[in-house]
């Protein structure tokens, strides 16, 4: 059971309205170790659009070819997409069990006040994020691989397999930008959630 602060810190109405409710069905070791999975992943997840929006994709622009080698051992070797993949499930799946949790089964109430509203609007954010990047990056990204591999085995890239690159990797640039925008609002909302209203 977890224990709630209201009694200790003079009853601070914000905090009532989450995470101090005592949650029957989970320990609270449970509940630390979802927080975790959750913050974690979503670290894990927000740092990578980041980093791959503003450094990497247009790094890989300005080098053209001379990135394949680079990219090929990134995503065919060490597997980044599959750990973006597991990144975001993860952090989706564990914060609607979190908002399952905080609105006791999806209880208006909960809904209604500005924690909830907050953490449900980041929520959402992210969500749609989660849905582009599985819906247009995902495969765009997949599709530019084989391409980059099919041009490196053939010796070099024809004009249009080189023009078909430039449309993916721009194409994976502005879905990327508009990502990290979703991904730091989201992230704005779920850092200020527990003090609003
Ligand atoms: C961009 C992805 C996300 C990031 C970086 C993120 C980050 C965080 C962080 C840092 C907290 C702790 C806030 C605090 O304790 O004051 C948190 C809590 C929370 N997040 Fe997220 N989150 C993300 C996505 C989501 C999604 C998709 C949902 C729901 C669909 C969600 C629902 C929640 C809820 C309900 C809490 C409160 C948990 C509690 O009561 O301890 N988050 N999130």
């Known amino acids: 059971m977890r224990k709630s602060r209201r009694a ?76 973006l993949v597991l990144a975001t499930l993860l952090t989706l799946a564990s914060g609607v069990l979190l908002v399952w949790l905080d609105s006791a089964h999806f209880q208006g109430a909960w809904f209604r006040s500005g924690p909830g509203m907050t953490f449900t609007a980041g929520g959402t954010l992210a969500l749609v994020s989660g849905v582009i990047g599985f819906l247009v990056s995902s495969p765009t990204a997949r599709r530019l691989g084989t391409l980059a591999a099919a041009a490196r085995a053939a010796g070099q890239p024809t004009p249009d ?21 979703l991904l730091v609002l989201a992230t704005a909302a779920m850092a200020t959630a527990r003090y609003v209203g």
């Open 8 to 83: 200790d810190d003079g009853g601070d109405a914000r905090l009532d309205l989450h995470l101090e409710r005592e949650h029957p069905i989970m320990s609270t070791g449970a509940i630390h170790l979802l927080r975790l999975i959750h913050i974690v992943g979503g670290v894990f997840w927000v740092g990578s659009v980041l980093f791959l929006s503003f450094y990497l994709i247009p790094t890989v622009q300005a080098l053209g070819p001379a990135a394949g080698p680079f990219m090929d051992h990134l995503t065919r070797v060490r597997k980044l997409p599959v750990g």
């Open 161 to 181: 397999q080189l023009q078909e690159i430039q449309r993916l990797q721009t194409r994976l640039a502005t879905v990327g930008i508009l990502n990290a925008v």
